[in-house]
């Protein structure tokens, strides 16, 4: 809730003021990313950045939602990779070839450090009302910093690193525009520098450090690895219980409950990315998440939905028939699918090019396509009327994170095949109006070849069809 509200403060006013108790920081996860990865990814990014250039890299800022109440908070992906630390507001600063800073045990000395975590300070009475905060302490006891400040001291100790160090260069991501006042005054020094120098043609370069950032994020790490298979596994789990507790009669909702029940249950933080249930007509709206539909008999059931856990999103996408039963044209379409995403998921070991691993796809799919006569002649624009989206992208921070065009070992990559028949396609039998297929499963490349690691949750129809026999969580009454 936004602190400074109108409602906070008549709150405030109403009770004794008091300043409170000093809150400790508690951090409860215990299979966060080390300190020591965070620590080995800022390292990298200094080594590439160089001796005669720094860095600046910005936390995420808090975003209202309505009126009091704000976003949940979620930190930016690049801050995170390279700090591991949580909080908004915070900035962190490079310097490769060491800025002289006052020892926080003994202030009467100084010491060289090349790197600053600046975050925002203790505030007891604020903390009692949002939440604790790290503090400088707190930064360095647990996420590991060497040095840490409150960002009040930002201005100067930028100052004296760009000016002292004789910097020829400053990595900072370009600003957006919707930055919070907060954001805009933590970042006001850089900004005056650049307009400043803009006006006098200064010798600093200004350099964009997130391109250096992405090209270390395509490979990762095995506590990256460990975090998303984790993420994927939950993901896995929820499928099986929505599928165990679709039904006709049930609205779209109901099973993005059973999903979002089950990420919460097993310690997701969030959904990677909003729940999509779309059943018949839905089912072909690739990022359908409004789910209000009431499921009918008869329907086919898309949901594209996955969990995030400690900023780490997998995507999984299960596609079943609302009764637990494939109809003969479901059948059909979604053997063209699976067969597609087996092909392609044969072929993906290192060194091997994802245009290629996605042409395979697209080759099953048209001749499938083809066979049972949903198009009448084999060229790209007859299949692509029904496939209309890529084979997959790799998945990591972000849903949709970064790759390279070459497959390598550590690379985790989705291979989500789809096709949608909308109502009235021209030429198509009618039989098929309305379903919509997408199977979608997170790949790991691997040195020998690759991992599924979404495999908890079936896709063969049998396997499909058997588990949803059973009995899931979303069936019992709420009452
Ligand atoms: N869930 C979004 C996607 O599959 O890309
Ligand atoms: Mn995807
Ligand atoms: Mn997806």
């Not at 790209?380 to 997959?392: D, T």
């Amino acid at each position: 809730m936004r602190f400074m509200s109108k409602v906070a403060i008549l709150f405030l006013l109403a009770f004794v003021y008091s300043p409170g108790q000093e809150l400790k920081y508690i951090e409860y996860d215990t299979d966060l990313l080390p300190t020591s990865f965070h620590k080995s990814r800022r390292d990298s990014l200094r080594a590439k950045i160089g001796n005669d250039a720094i860095a600046v890299v910005y936390s995420n800022w808090e975003r209202v939602r309505n009126g009091d109440v704000e976003y949940q908070f979620r930190q930016d992906d690049n801050f995170y990779y390279l700090t591991g630390f949580p909080e908004p507001d915070a900035l962190l600063l490079l310097v490769p070839k060491g800025l002289s800073v006052r020892n926080r045990e003994d202030t009467s000395k100084t010491v060289s450090v090349t790197e600053v975590l600046f975050v925002r300070p203790k505030d007891p009475l604020r903390e009692q009302w949002d939440g604790r905060r790290y503090g400088p302490e707190g930064a360095m006891k647990l996420k590991g910093f060497l040095h840490a400040e409150t960002s009040d001291k930002f201005r100067q100790m930028f100052q004296q690193a760009l000016f002292s160090s004789g910097a020829r260069a400053l990595y900072i991501p370009p600003m957006p525009e919707d930055l919070s006042q907060e954001m805009l005054d933590l970042l006001r020094p850089i900004r005056s520098m650049l307009e400043a120098s803009k006006a006098r043609h200064s010798q600093v370069e200004v350099r964009d450090p997130s391109p250096m950032v992405y090209s270390m994020r395509i490979i990762k790490s095995p506590e990256e690895i460990a975090i998303l298979a984790k993420a994927t596994q939950i993901s896995a789990f929820a499928h099986n219980q929505a599928m165990m507790s679709c039904q006709p009669g049930m609205f779209e909702y109901e099973l993005q409950a059973v999903y979002e029940y089950v990420y919460k249950k097993m310690g997701a933080e969030y959904p990677g990315y909003p729940c999509i249930v779309g059943a018949a007509e839905n089912s072909i709206v690739l990022h359908y998440n409004t789910n209000r539909r009431q499921i009918k008999n008869g329907d086919v059931v898309l949901a594209d939905c996955a969990a995030e856990y400690h900023n780490y999103s997998s995507d999984v996408t299960r596609t079943y028939p609302a009764n637990g039963k494939f109809s003969a044209p479901q059948r059909r379409i979604y053997e063209i699918v699976l067969d597609a995403q087996n092909a392609s998921i044969a072929m993906m070991r290192p060194g091997v090019a994802w245009r290629d691993v996605q042409a395979k796809a697209d080759q099953v799919i048209e001749d499938g396509l083809f066979k049972i006569g949903v198009i009448k002649e084999k060229n790209v624009r007859a299949h692509r009327r029904f496939a209309i989206h890529g084979l997959g992208h790799p998945v990591g921070l972000n849903v949709h994170d970064v790759g390279a065009p070459v497959l390598q070992a550590s690379m985790a990559y989705t291979v989500e095949p789809g096709v949608y028949i909308p109502e009235g396609a021209e030429g198509v039998d009618p039989a098929y109006y309305n379903i919509g297929v997408r199977i979608e499963d997170v790949i790991l490349v691997t040195p020998e070849g690759n991992k599924n690691l979404s495999s908890d949750s079936p896709r063969e129809m049998n396997e499909i069809e058997a588990l949803m026999a059973k009995k899931g969580i979303g069936n019992q009454p709420v009452k």
